[in-house]
């Protein structure tokens, strides 16, 4: 796949029979028990699988698969979820007539009809173009590793987990005022023409795709550094806020099984008030293999 010196290779993280290590992996242990911390991002690429021979075997041999939500479980419950939160008859229409027309050029780009988004709210609406210039950059959600993950442990009669709901993920965005998600919107909509969005799913995707340590911080660093408005709100409600119950999932998890894998996405892994270090807070051992 990459025509890499073996020095190179070493750098990127690649095992020893040249299949690279991707993400991040964690290692915790408490009270003789395992657990496997595995950080995923929610789109993919074909190049990302397989996954390195060490991750594999873990999975193979893990009682438990948990994530945030199971991308493949009740679809009805999911698109319940999606019209509670995330749909309004009022749509986006307090965008000025500026705003508008820049939507419309974005979503004429993605191929996307303007009366199948029209009772979006707006954050949804934001998600919708941000996973659409990620696919523009030929990052796919079908082939999100979370799905590749449950997908491989549901055919293996594996027992898969969740440690969030998709009414507990979804609820967080709409505890936005209209006019904040508005301004979620529009900044959604200026990061995609101005191309920092294009340049953040690279950067993201490289610093998985090679488990790229200094890369990964970088990401930390500068989302905890982002002023903007949905900056802020990734920072505080995505991640921060999240963390600690994703951290209490685990130890729970850990006390009833041995062995079990958590794959959940990877900036939740890095920086400051991350779950590895609200573990080792905790009196866990927490060991970063890569």
Do not use: C
């Amino acid at each position: 796949m990459f025509a890499l010196g073996p020095a190179v290779a070493a750098e990127q993280g690649a095992t020893p029979n040249g299949t690279p290590n991707r993400g991040a992996l964690f290692k915790v242990q408490q009270n003789g028990h395992t657990l496997y911390l595995f950080g995923t991002i929610h789109v993919g690429a074909r190049d990302f699988y397989p996954l390195e021979p060490r991750l594999a075997g873990l999975l193979k041999k893990a009682p438990v698969l948990a994530l945030e939500i199971d991308p493949l479980a009740d679809q009805q419950k999911l698109a319940r979820a999606v019209q509670q939160y995330g749909m309004s008859a009022k749509g986006s229409s307090g965008l000025t007539p500026e705003w508008r027309a820049r939507l419309a050029r974005l979503l004429k780009q993605y191929n996307i009809a303007p009366e199948a988004v029209a009772s979006m709210k707006p954050w949804l609406l934001a998600s919708v173009l941000t996973v659409s210039e990620f696919a523009a950059q030929g990052y796919d959600a079908a082939l999100a590793v979370d799905a590749h993950l449950s997908q491989q442990a549901h055919e293996a009669g594996q027992k898969v987990v969740e440690l969030e709901s998709v009414d507990s993920q979804m609820s967080l965005f709409d505890k936005m005022t209209a006019a904040e998600q508005l301004v979620f919107l529009q900044e959604a909509i200026a990061g995609i023409e101005d191309k920092e969005q294009a340049d953040q799913a690279r950067e993201i995707a490289e610093a998985w795709r090679h488990a790229d340590v200094k890369a990964l911080d970088a990401l930390a660093l500068k989302a905890e550094q982002d002023d903007t408005f949905s900056g802020r709100f990734v920072q505080k409600e995505l991640l921060d806020g999240r963390n600690p119950a994703l951290a209490d999932g685990m130890v729970k998890l850990m006390a009833r099984e041995n062995n079990s894998v958590a794959a959940i996405g990877v900036l939740h892994l890095i920086g400051k008030g991350s779950v590895p270090e609200l573990l080792r807070k905790r009196g866990l051992s927490v060991e970063r293999l890569y």
